[in-house]
């Protein structure tokens, strides 16, 4: 019997193993092995908080792509919502809480319902190596014995954010420091007798603020990044109406999109419409986009329009950006457009040193603690961690734009450091940054999880045709 063991048990992990147990027709063992977050949840759907929502409406965010209405359908017979209007609900943005409550159904219904063909073992370990061995895999986990694999799926999801560069960087060992957005640590044992310095003024930040005045934190929340607040409302608007991209030739070239944008949001303008409508109408283009552009497009892209892009495309739900316009109206949060200088602790509390570009000066702060919400970035090169061991031995590379791994993006396997396709060897969501550039929402996982399952059985029919149901 053939085992495939998927790192990671996150959404991208646990959907593709509801794959492979829905559609496994022969005898198949399935090792999931996930640490520090909960199965099924991850990151993402873990949150104590009630107030953290969806940033997907209710009708885009399916745990299956081929099932639209999926979400919505349990949604609706949920006690909380069962008697909000359908169109309403399929416009709302849920909280996340009960989008993990969905999950968990997806996951218990997959179970009771899997054949008795396919084993399924969950352990809650951290793998700390991958090891080939001949056509398979000895997976070293951290707290226990190894266990052998003939399919890896790397399913690691997002990475904790970097550290800024700083004049001296031993302050990041400092307790008032902390580095990870996702773990609540950040939120307790608030003293509010000082503000907080938060890094980073997007979505995570929005999480952040969200939580700290759920924790009762009373005294005034910074936040910086050199783009400053960048974040816009999202609400549903009516359809573009228009294939905007048959207007520019393929392969697409970042200068012809950028001019084509800038034509369509001129014409929003003049017409009244909404110009989120043109960012909408090629929400589903954007792999491809991604994929045409040369390395020096992405490069460009990256340095120069991601951060005005990214306002545009990940917004928060309207009610959200409302609240967080009411507490920045308040003077109770304040975005600053700017560059970190240094962070000091001093006696209990922070002193951070700020370029602030507005202002065209260097401010200073005292604050309670930092708190590096930055979002996920992922540096194989960075030591410590599963993808660095496994990039120092050349089982996996990064990109050539080094955000993520290097993979084939139509089978999802890895590309070794020396250029080939891994036979065994698969990755999703997060690590197919660099390849795919939009990956790391729900929309984009499940079909990748779902590819990367139907591979899987593909494969392991090809190499032991007796197991396919014809033999059987
Ligand atoms: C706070 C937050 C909110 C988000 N909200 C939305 C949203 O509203 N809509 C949307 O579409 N997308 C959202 N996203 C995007 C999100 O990344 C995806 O939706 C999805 O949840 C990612 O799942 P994942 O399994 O890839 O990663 P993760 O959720 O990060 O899960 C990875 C799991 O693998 C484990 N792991 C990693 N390495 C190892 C190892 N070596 N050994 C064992 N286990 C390991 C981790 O500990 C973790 O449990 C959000 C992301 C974040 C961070």
């Keep these: 019997m053939r085992t495939i063991a998927i790192v990671g048990g996150g959404f991208a992990g646990s959907i593709t193993a509801v794959h492979l147990m829905q559609q496994a027709d022969s005898p198949l063992n399935i090792i999931i092995i996930n640490n520090r977050f909960p199965l099924v949840k991850g990151i993402a759907y873990a949150t104590p908080y009630a107030e ?3 940033n997907v409406p209710v009708s885009s965010i399916s745990a299956f792509s081929q099932h639209a209405d999926h979400f919505f359908n349990w949604l609706h017979k949920h006690d909380d919502f069962k008697d909000i209007p359908a169109e309403t609900l399929k416009n709302s943005f849920a909280p996340r809480k009960i989008y993990a409550e969905y999950l968990d159904t997806v996951w218990a219904t997959t179970l009771e319902n899997k054949s008795e063909q396919v084993n399924l073992q969950v352990i809650e ?3 700390i190596n991958v090891i080939p061995n001949n056509d398979s895999f000895n997976i070293e986990l951290r707290n226990a014995s190894p266990i052998k694999a003939d399919y890896v799926v790397l399913a690691t999801g997002n990475a904790i954010p970097k550290n800024i560069p700083i004049a001296d960087p031993s302050f990041y060992d400092s307790k008032l420091y902390y580095k990870n957005p996702w773990d609540d640590a950040c939120m307790q044992g608030l003293k509010s007798k000082r503000d907080i310095l938060i890094i980073g003024n997007s979505l995570t930040m929005i ?10 934190f009373s005294k005034k929340i910074y936040t910086m990044s050199p783009h400053g607040f960048a974040i816009m409302p999202d609400a549903t608007v009516p359809l573009y109406g228009r294939d905007i991209l048959s207007e520019i030739p393929r392969p697409y070239r ?5 001019k084509l944008f800038n034509k369509h949001m001129k014409r929003c303008e003049r017409e009244g419409i909404s110009k989120v409508a043109v960012v909408n109408s090629i929400r589903y283009q954007l792999q491809n986009i991604w994929f045409d552009f040369s390395t020096e497009d992405k490069r460009y892209f990256i340095k120069r329009v991601s951060s005005i892009w990214n306002a545009w495309r990940h917004r928060t739900p309207a009610g959200m950006y409302d609240r967080i316009s009411k507490l920045i109206n308040a003077g109770k949060l304040i975005p ?17 040193r700020i370029n602030d570009k507005k202002a065209n000066k260097e401010i200073s702060l005292d604050v309670e603690r930092v708190i590096n919400c930055t979002g996920s970035q992922i540096d194989v090169q960075l030591p410590g961690s599963l993808l660095n061991t496994l990039y120092t031995a050349g089982l996996i ?3 050539p734009l080094r955000i993520s791994l290097n993979a084939d993006a139509t089978t999802n396997r890895v590309i070794d450091r ?12 997060n690590n197919m940054k660099g390849i795919l550039w939009e990956t790391t929402g729900v929309p984009e996982i499940r079909a990748q999880a779902e590819n990367v399952a139907i591979k899987l059985l593909e494969q392991i029919k090809e190499t032991n045709p007796l197991s396919s149901p014809h033999y059987s």
């Design 207 to 216: 999480d952040a603020v969200i939580s700290l005045q759920s924790k009762g």
């Design 254 to 258: 970042l200068y012809d999109l950028v």
């Design 397 to 399: 590379d990064a990109d």
């Design 418 to 429: 020396y250029g080939n396709i891994s036979p065994n060897m698969y990755t999703l969501g």
């Design 125 to 127: 370990d951290e793998v």
């Design 336 to 352: 600053i457009t700017g560059r970190l200088v240094s962070l000091t602790e001093k006696d209990g509390y922070v002193e951070a």
């Design 52 to 54: 953290h929502l969806l």
